[in-house]
Nanobody, 127 residues
Framework: HVQVVESGGSFVQPGGTLRLSCLVT????????MCWFRQAAVNELEGVSC????????YHGVSVKGRFAISIDNPQNMLYLHMNDLKPDDTDIYYC????????????????????WGQGTQVNVTS
């Protein structure tokens, strides 16, 4: 049984930093590409950052490039989103998503291609 659990969301001032965490259990962690999404609008998910199963290739959305970084810790089954220079527009619910082994994650990324999702963690950027 696959479980995906995000944590780390919080209130933060503009210009601040946060690190979101995602624990994935129930599968071979290092076989699966993973992404962070956020709720761009009702019934619409925006890809934020993705990482291939190898961990060597990453993708970032235009709005977060240069500010966010994605990383994995394979022994701990953890995926991270390192968020720097946060802006009010980054306020959102952030979701961790896992795709099947062999999925060639690219950009733009389609949420329909991801099999396992967490419940989301809320980030609020406000002064």
């Amino acid at each position: 049984h696959v479980q995906v659990v995000e944590s780390g969301g919080s209130f933060v001032q503009p210009g601040g930093t946060l690190r979101l965490s995602c624990l994935v259990t129930g599968l071979r962690f290092d076989y699966h590409p993973m992404c962070w999404f956020r709720q761009a609008a009702v019934n619409e998910l925006e890809g934020v950052s993705c990482i291939r199963a190898s961990g060597h290739i990453v993708y970032h959305g235009v709005s977060v490039k240069g500010r966010f970084a994605i990383s994995i810790d394979n022994p701990q089954n953890m995926l991270y989103l390192h968020m720097n220079d946060l802006k009010p527009d980054d306020t959102d619910i952030y979701y961790c998503a896992v795709a099947s082994p062999g999925y060639g994650v690219g950009w733009p990324v389609d949420p329909e291609d991801f099999d396992h999702w967490g419940q989301g963690t809320q980030v609020n950027v406000t002064s």
